[in-house]
């Protein structure tokens, strides 16, 4: 006799609710006549985020480990989690809304009449909205996923639409393309990584189950779990881009077009931090001795090298992809704090560099000549003339990433470096330190050149965003620059919700 | 101790009046001149009031002190602002109001043909102030404010023309000496209040016995450095000549009666601190002998009529200093000294400068010569000036100068013998000098190569300079009468605590006085006697070319001190780009080159990429290993 | 036969296809590495299910064969779409990005 | 909210009204920041008339929880030592306006921005002064930087944005460090009190000796960057070039007095033990930035360069004054602190309008100013003469009561420091010759003196130079009650004189 899988719907209602956003989507593609569908598609992605975040306002309180059997466990920071990728999420999807950046018909070969024929038929894309939801329910997932399996199936469901949607570049395709390409390749390889791992910890531990592993501790074969620790490492190091895992971020971050790359930057390292931590604090978290040196270092290089290799950025993209390789050892240093200080401090700092980065790349897509967005940082030059405000915000983002007091940036390094600190890790914090002066640099030259260079005869200029960019920049600003000034809105619910059930 | 209101006004007067000519602008330009000299006459006036008072009163209650506020007080280093009028600083205040008055009136007419005459004035009056400041404060730290202020005022003055550069380097030079002096007194007040906790003369002098004798010297010698600077003593002379760039008046007030003599004022004020260290002393005595006869010697070269007088000046003001370091009895000679010596240096002073109104500004006196008949009233000053200078009885110097003379031979042993035999040299090189200017000067061929004949200088430059020649005729007699001045002295400088023996009776030493004073006087005469020439002689001998040149002491500076200096500005401005600025950009470079050298780890191929994790996957790998192994 | 040697042979085809991702320039290829991989992950798990007497890791492989299909389709997609711009799937060639 | 929260959040406020003024009305705003300022001014006179001189705590105290996660709060007050560096800012910052009225028509930007920056500036100011909260400290620490830097790098000179991106960045470094501290600090306190940034509980922290070194030298340094002490002060010349007088005025006469306020509220109330570990190489650095900046000032041909080298040399004084741990020395460096204040913005805004009439910095262009214009020459001679310590000028006193206070604890030091007077001369008088003495040299003869507003700008900054030089009472009275109470918290009581009393 079959017994039904006890499942909390919800729990899971959140994710359940995206899923089925995305498949609508799907449907809506299938059947919709293309007048009508981006319309529509926008509606569904911002109803289906509302709805999630609503549903998980209201499970706000409750928690399980068996969610949907033993796979998911629904805690307090899980649900933090989740709602931080809504959020970011909403606000995404209104940069991604502005069609001006995607292709228009992804299978047209650049350059090719029939791309200019769909150009001109003003043809979209839209089925980058159904893969933006999958992505999404799949971050969501990731970081409440309690086993290996989950895990696993999690982090294939957010990448797989992400691969796909970092080739959709409007303009210049190839280099749209190829990301995809490295994007996959580099991913599936990694992936891999993470699958043998996760086949040797199950080795270990006769469990796929993050506390069952947990329970196995120093009971049997070392190896296994060596080898199962370091290769899962490395599946999550990929994503959250820590050096030497980090070589695809700067490619994609390129390549991919802006409102994806700011998506992905944000919501990708909240769902991978978000299950690194989980992996970390409940599976491994016997294990410490193992790994906390391990991640001690990487952090280390992390921070260091991301912050040395973006001075010598030239593109704007580029230079935003180390330093978010940068502010990933930063989260590190939360990771290995093993504390409720440092989850209460990845959560902050999650939340605001999420929003900030979005922000960011939000701006980045404004500024344009007539053949689509200028990232070359030189044409960069005196836009603070030519546009005072967007120049002005982004200035306030650059100084919110390098950590200037006053900002969300700030309070997220103070909190973090404040629990590795606290946990012993004063090296981290030192490196820490010494690595956002040098991060500083790069922040403060872009500034420099925005505002305090004579803008040369170019044709760049800042276009006014449509009213979905707007909103979405605006809204990710405010937040961001009420987070520095009253970080207690965030901290006390972080404080609230850093909490994982084992 | 009594107490007066009127001292603060001694100072506030010039201060205010000072301050008005300089704020009010050129709407004072009628007017300014003769409020200064008001107010300076006003300053005498209460000063003579408080002498005369002073007077009357019995020996020990003849102080009298004010105090004006709190000025500094932290933890227990308390200094209040007050002045302090004594025995030895009512001297000073007569002299300074007095001879300050005079030039005051001379500088009026002398003047009188300056645009800047106001600011002129003014600088003359912030003088007064300071100067006074300097006399009356109660404790070392306002006798330093005074003490800075007479520089600033000197700076000021000495700069009065400062269009020129010339004179502008001048300024600055004295000032820069003057401040090298002052670290001196800033050092002894630090240490003096490190040992006594106290800066005030009262104070210290209270517990001076308790001190240390190492402690004693040290603020000794300190004090002495100070001196040095103010009073243009060797090693620190060399602004003084320079100095001269400033209108003659200044030089007269300034330059030779008062400020200069600051030093010796110092040196007495603290009387209580060098009796106690004889090594301070010593140093004193070597440096008062050797700058008598330095001032003497470079006086025998200058053809500037100003310089030969400055010279003059530092070799008289040597004779001062040296007298203060003989000790209790010497303190009051050189007070005499520089009393006498206020008069006729002021007297000379005012009369080169009448010489200089009536040859249009020429100072040279190669193009002098037989001016004294042009300028009669002129050249019968000088002359009774000449006579107080080179000491000849019943003039002023004599009495001041053969005490002090007497008094170094009497110091006793080979000490007084060599301090005797100095004293007795200079002067004998100052009747040489002396002589040489009045000869170049007043007789002899006229050698201005002009038409223009000199003319005699207005009443009123005549007028002041008459007073002090009455001065310079009468002071001495009338300071040493019945040892008037060592008696008055006695309650500030303890004077004839020991006595020595005599090491010749006074009138031999008088005889012997006067017996090289005529040697020096004919060896003036014969040397100039008869027609000069208009250049000065090129081929003179080594030591002349030395006096010429002050002796090299501004060679020595400028290669001692300057250049290196120079050099050192230049090596650390390098220094300062090329290492620690360097440093700086070094950080900012290597972060930039490590930057695009890793950069280059990027190279576009996912298979490196690739590579890049497998080999990160293993290193974690070996790096656990080894951590559990 | 020693159950070990089952998991030396997942290690085998791990570093086979781990190399090859790197030593080979053709995307399909490349790719198929990447399926080597996760097929040696499948083979490690079912023998670990094996040797832990539990059926959790056959379940996995079910699931990893499933997600690996639908990277196949994901990936086939993107590499295709390289092709018909370029006229070539060396990996090589796709190196514009970087510095 | 008291009386010092007006007084904090008043620019601010000003800044946000001003914001409002359409940037073409550039007059208007002018006025209305002056006014702003100069009621802040009133208002901070104000907070002296209520400020009692015998309490050494901390008054106008006030405490909101701002982020209570880190026990985090918006605490402010003041004691001696605060209230005249508040006092020197707020009364500085109106005259730098008035002093300084077209020095924004140039700008990259509009008046306007200038003008909010610098009432922006002026509330951090006052607050880094006020805070009695490390984490508030370091947030108006740092937060500070960012409108000199847009200051220097939008209304500045020459090579304005690299200077800006020097001292932004030199800064930063050091203020980082500083964090890396103040993190410390607080898990330090974590773990023994409970997580407070308070400074009354921090100072009674028990921290071990290599810790505390530690901790030590991350606040040091970057105050030490901050005042700069040699050899952290290559920024400064090349930020005081490159700025606006006004700018410099701000940057040399507060800003950087948080360096040497933040050695005295923080390095030696918090680390007594390591202050006195570090002291020997502390006064050895103070010696040798008074002896180098003079010289290095000496060798300079621009006048800003000149006046930003004598800063470093005045703030050799200071720390020496600051670690010399006398009262004395505590005093004298506080009180110098506020004349240096007051010397430099005479010097700077003085010459600020010699270089604007000129239309040059360098020291060789002028020539024979005291004819030409004579009042300018006059301020800039007065402000000369405070610069080198000049008996009866505001900086006598201090300078002194540094190297006494110095010299009974340190006599060789102090010794060492005199020189510093000598070299003060030299470094006054030598740009004084060659800019107002000598022969009017071409392009100088037509400058005009200074006009009425100019006058009116500069007038009260003489009289509070010459004043507090005859009459320093007053602000000593405010300043010693806390500076002896820092010395004694030190673990140090005044050295005794031998003899005597």
Redesign the interface.
Known sequence: MLIAPSLIYSLIAPILIVLGGALIGVLVEAFLSKAHRAAVQITISIGTLLLALQQLWRIRDLSSTTAAVNSVTIDKAGIFLQATVVVLALVAVLLIADQENFVAQASAVPGSNEEKNSLQEKSQQTEIFPLFLFAVAGMMLFPVASDLITLFVALEVFSLPLYLLAGLSRRRRLLSQESALKYFLLGAYSSAFFLFGAAFLYGYSGTISLSGISAAAGSANNIFLLIGIVFVSVGLLFKIGAVPFHSWTPDVYQGAPTPITGFMAAATKVAAFGALLRIFYVGFAQEQTLWRPLITVIAIITMLFGSLVAIAQRDVKRMLAYSSIAHAGFLLSGVVALSKDGLVASLFYLFAYGLTTIAAFGIITLVRDSSGEVTDLNRWIGIGKKSPLVAGSFAFILLSFAGIPLTSGFIGKFAIFSSAYKSGYISLVVVGVLSSAIAAFFYIRVIIMMFFTDPVNDSVSVVIPSVKSRISIIVATVISIILGLMPSLLLNAATTYANFIK | MQTSANLVWLIALPLFSSAILLLAGKRANSWGHVMATIVSASAFTIGFVEFIAMQSRADENRAVAQKLFTWISVGSFNVDASLLLDQLSICFVLLITGVGTLIHIYSIAYMSHDLDRRRFFAYLNLFIAAMLLLVLGDSYLNLYVGWEGVGLASYLLIGFWNQKPAYATAAKKAFVANRVGDVGLSLAIMIAFATFGDVSFAGIKEHVEHASSTQLTAIGLMLLLAACGKSAQFPLQSWLGDAMAGPTPVSALIHAATMVTAGVYLITRSNFIFDEAPIAQLMVLIVGGITLLFGAIIGTAKDDIKKALAASTMSQIGYMILATGLGPIGYAFAIMHLLTHGFFKASMFLGAGSVMHGMKDEVNMRKYGGIGKFMPITALTFGLGYLAIIGVPPFAGFYSKDKIIETAFNAGGMKGLALGIATLLGAMITAFYMTRVVILTFFGNERWGHKDEPHESPALMLIPIGLLSIGSIASGFILSKGEGLVHWLEPVVNPLKEHHDEFLPPIVVSLMTLTVVAIGILIAVSKYRGDQLAQAPENVSVLTKAARRDLFQDDLNESVFMHPGQTLVRNILNIDYLVLDGLVRAVGSVSLTAGSRLRSLQNGYVRSYALLMIIGALALIAAIWVVTA | MAIANY?YL?AIL?TI???G?????N?IV??MC?EL??N???L??V???R????L??Q??AF??MV?AA??VV??L???V??Y???RSIS??D?????? | MNLLTIVGVLPLISALLIAFIPSKNAELIKRAAFAATLVVAIASIFLVTGFDKSVTGMQYVQSNTWIEAFNINFAVGIDGISLVLILLSTILVPIVILATWHESDLGRWSSKSFYILILVLETLMIGVFAATDLFLFYVFFEAMLIPIYFLIGGYGTGNKSAAAVKFLLYSLFGGLLMLASVIGLYVIAGNQIGATFDLTQLATLEIDSNTQNLLFLGFFIAFAIKAPLWPFHTWLPDAAKAATPGTSVLLLGVLDKVGTYGMIRFCIALFPDASKTFTPLIITLAVISIIYGAFMAIGQKDIKGLIAFTSISHFGFITMGIFAMTTQGMSGANLYMVNHGFSTAALFLVAGWMMMRRGSSTIADFGGLQRVTPVMAWTFFIAGMSGLALPGLSSFVSEFLVLVGTYTRYPVAAVIGTLGIVLAALYILIPIQKTLHGPITSGNENLKDLNLREKIAIAPVILIIVVMGFYPKPVLDIINPTAEKVVVNAGFTDPVAKVGK
């Open positions: 998991l997942s791990f296809g781990a190399v991702v790197v030593i080979r320039r995307a490349v790719f990447i991989m996760l040696a992950a499948n490690a798990f023998t670990f299910a040797i832990n007497g539990n959790q890791g379940v996995v699931f990893t997600v639908c990277e994901v990936g997609a993107i590499i779409t390289i018909r711009s370029r990996v090589d796709a190196s514009l990005l970087k510095r």
